[in-house]
């Protein structure tokens, strides 16, 4: 396990400098001027973290207006915005002076964009934000050139009707396998929430590759809007994502050490299974684009069962086979000595 977290460090190493990542945000975008509105027009908003903490905002080819009429501006660009974490989203707020650049609209002339024309341009933001949701007010002023003062709405606000729900929080021994090799259990807390509408969300922050000094800081990991389906006494969670991680929440490691925001688009499977008291979850976090790895996590033990049936030998590498007290015993049917294994809640025998 050593050995592997020493490579991950030695590729991270070479992507130190461009640890950098952007999230395009596209939601409907809305331009007011003396009070006059336009129509909602769906608009992306891309936003890069950058390695040291600060954040970049583009609106590209902004647009007053649409059709024939539209008057095109250009691309708004705020850069070194400062950010800091509140109830789970980034809020950022800044006043900036910038130059607007032509557009990349390659149906629109280059001479056809004003923003160059308008010289310096005061503009202030006020944004939050979470991994999949935007909402920004952008103030341009452009009182020395137009006259007018540009508003610009993006996406909705975060309403109450997100607040967290019922969470419960689960504290459990947490194996990771890299390569069929695994760490030592490490006490782990996961939070599970019971959202309004049903679903849940899970959430494993301040993840962790190994232990002590050697250990690679990777982030929060959470997934959302997971459906679930009760059967004996027990809600069993099932779902596949393409997640982004985002940085931990633990003040002794620094923001900028945290991998998990460069690794950007991650794929993640979720099987698990709960009770009021007790969790046991299987999570693949797959790294093959980044780190060339499929991180496999386990949280707790499975639930006992009672009975035992014959099996057909999953050809699934993912399928994982676990000893009667909880042990992973691997993954490869083949190569299991007989006994009586446990996989994916049910006792079989080989």
């Known amino acids: 396990m050593k050995k592997t977290l020493l490579l991950m460090f030695a590729f991270l190493g070479g992507m130190v400098a461009q640890a950098q990542n952007t999230v395009t945000y596209t939601d409907n975008l809305v331009v007011t001027i003396n009070e006059e509105s336009t129509e909602p027009q769906p608009t992306e908003i891309k936003v890069t973290t950058n390695a040291d903490g600060t954040y970049t905002l583009a609106l590209d080819n902004f647009m007053l207006g649409a059709g024939e009429d539209a008057l095109a501006v250009g691309n708004i660009v705020l850069k070194n915005i400062s950010g800091t974490e509140e109830n789970g989203r980034i809020k950022l707020n800044t006043t900036q002076t910038i130059q607007i650049v032509p557009g990349t609209d390659e149906t629109i002339p280059e001479e056809a964009w004003i923003g160059p024309m308008l010289g310096d341009v005061p503009v202030v933001l006020v944004a939050?934000?979470?991994?999949?949701?935007?909402?920004?007010?952008?103030?341009?002023?452009?009182?020395?050139?137009?006259?007018?003062?540009?508003?610009?709405?993006?996406?909705?606000?975060?309403?109450?009707?997100?607040?967290?729900?019922?969470?419960?929080?689960?504290?459990?021994?947490?194996?990771?396998?890299?390569?069929?090799?695994?760490?030592?259990?490490?006490?782990?807390?996961?939070?599970?929430?019971?959202?309004?509408?049903?679903?849940?969300?899970?959430?494993?922050?301040?993840?962790?590759?190994?232990?002590?000094?050697?250990?690679?800081?990777?982030?929060?990991?959470?997934?959302?809007?997971?459906?679930?389906?009760?059967?004996?006494?027990?809600?069993?969670?099932?779902?596949?994502?393409?997640i982004q991680i985002v940085p931990g929440t633990d003040e002794t490691i620094p923001e900028e050490a945290w991998i998990g925001p460069m690794l950007g688009d991650v794929p993640v499977v979720l099987v698990a299974e709960m009770t009021a008291d007790k969790l046991h979850c299987l999570i693949d976090i797959d790294m093959m684009e980044t780190l060339e790895q499929v991180i496999k996590v386990t949280f707790g033990t499975p639930f006992k069962t009672t009975g035992i049936q014959k099996v057909v030998p999953s050809q699934n590498k993912s399928t994982r086979y676990y000893s009667l007290d909880g042990v992973l015993k691997g993954s490869d049917w083949n190569q299991l000595s007989k006994g009586v294994y446990i996989v994916n809640g049910k006792k079989v025998v080989k």
């Open 128 to 242: 939050e934000m979470t991994a999949d949701k935007l909402h920004c007010l952008i103030d341009i002023d452009m009182m020395e050139t137009l006259e007018q003062i540009i508003k610009v709405t993006f996406g909705t606000p975060f309403g109450e009707s997100e607040e967290p729900g019922v969470t419960v929080t689960y504290t459990d021994d947490l194996v990771v396998t890299i390569n069929e090799e695994s760490t030592e259990p490490q006490p782990t807390e996961i939070k599970v929430t019971t959202n309004a509408d049903g679903t849940y969300t899970l959430a494993l922050d301040n993840f962790m590759l190994g232990a002590g000094e050697d250990a690679l800081a990777v982030g929060n990991i959470v997934l959302k809007n997971i459906s679930g389906t009760e059967e004996n006494g027990r809600i069993k969670l099932n779902t596949t994502q393409t």
